[in-house]
């Protein structure tokens, strides 16, 4: 089993930053790869942002290129979300994910975990 603690989220303007991090524990945490997804109200959970295992490879989708950047701590068990320039589009509540399986945080995370959820929410 693997628990995982988001942090960081709230309110700010658009054009504002905001870190998220997730605090994991459970399993060697450099044998998992880490991710962010997040759902907006009405929409499906989306894939926001992954890092492999040792820290070597980071997958994103398209419309975070140049605003968001994940990274991780193995030493402490934590992977950020570092998020700026947000957009009131970028409202969501924000999922810390963790998977044995690359293939598989990059797109549903089957088999994986995930954390409660933070909510950020970015006003025009």
């Known amino acids: 089993q693997v628990q995982l603690v988001e942090s960081g989220g709230g309110l700010v303007q658009a054009g504002g930053s905001l870190r998220l991090s997730c605090a994991a524990s459970?399993?060697?945490?450099?044998?998992?790869?880490m991710g962010w997804f997040r759902q907006s109200p009405g929409k499906e959970r989306e894939f926001v942002y992954a890092?492999?295992?040792?820290?070597?490879?980071?997958y994103y989708t398209n419309s975070m290129k140049g605003r968001f950047t994940i990274s991780r701590d193995n030493a402490k068990n934590t992977v950020d979300l570092q998020m700026n320039s947000l957009k009131p589009e970028d409202t969501a509540v924000y999922y810390c994910?963790?998977?044995?399986?690359?293939?598989?945080?990059?797109?549903?995370?089957?088999?994986?975990?995930w954390g409660q959820g933070t909510q950020v929410t970015v006003s025009s």
């Open positions: 459970g399993r060697t945490f450099s044998a998992l790869a």
């Open positions: 890092i492999s295992g040792d820290g070597s490879s980071t």
């Open positions: 994910a963790a998977n044995a399986r690359w293939s598989k945080i990059m797109t549903t995370n089957d088999g994986g975990y």
